[in-house]
Each structure stands twice: as C-alpha cells, then as structure tokens.
C-alpha cells in the first residue's frame, strides 16, 4: 500500500516496487481512503507519506500498527517530521535513492 498525495511521485514509486517484485494493492491519494482501505484490506507493507494534502498520515499508522502490518515513512522531512510514537519507525529522507527503500523492505520482518 502506498500513501502519497503527490500524483508523480505516486506513480514513480508504484513502479520502483513492481519492477522490485511487489504488488501494489493500493495507492491513497487522501487520508480517509488509505484509513478505509488499512482497516480492511489483505496488506504485508505500506509506505506512508507523513503529509497528505495537508493531513497527517499518523491515523493510517496506527491502524498498520494495531493489525501488525510494516510500514515505513517516506517523507522530506525525514524522521525529523516524526511525532512522539513514531520516532523509532523505519524512515527514508525524500529523495531517497531505490536501493535505500529496497534495502529498508529487506530489512522489515513481513508478518502474514
């Protein structure tokens, strides 16, 4: 699953991750629908951008969490855009290279 707010950007990583192998189940466009779609979806990852179209992908998080599904930010922040709760969590700095996101979905346990 993908959250990211920025149409190109989307696109670009859906492919990076189908050229690595992965399905692409879900890319949100918007908070509410990525919440929609982490509560009730089959997800092993998902790579969340922090802002979303001006809200915080912080909801989505948690909801990953609960159900025991990785995920990773990827935001221009970097871990610096982090809140208390999530500091410790898998982050890459926008740009980020490919072999920096595929070496971070090597080194993430898929529970399923």
């Known amino acids: 699953m993908i959250v990211e707010d920025e149409f190109l ?3 670009d990583l859906e492919y990076l991750l189908m050229k690595m192998g992965h399905i692409v ?5 918007r908070v509410p629908e990525a919440i929609e779609f982490a509560r009730d ?6 790579i969340l951008d922090i ?7 912080f909801p989505v998080a948690e909801i990953l969490r609960q159900r025991g ?3 990773v930010f990827a935001t221009g922040y970097g871990s610096a855009g982090l809140v208390d709760g ?3 969590e898998p982050t890459l700095q926008k740009p980020y290279h ?3 996101l595929e070496d971070l979905i090597a080194a ?3 529970i399923r």
């Open 98 to 100: 490919p072999r920096e």
């Open 108 to 110: 993430t346990p898929i």
């Open 69 to 71: 599904i990785p995920f």
């Open 86 to 88: 999530y500091r410790d």
């Open 41 to 46: 979806s089959d997800i092993d990852f998902a």
């Open 51 to 57: 802002n979303v179209s001006g809200t915080q992908s």
């Open 9 to 11: 950007l989307a696109m």
């Open 25 to 29: 189940v879900e890319v949100a466009i």
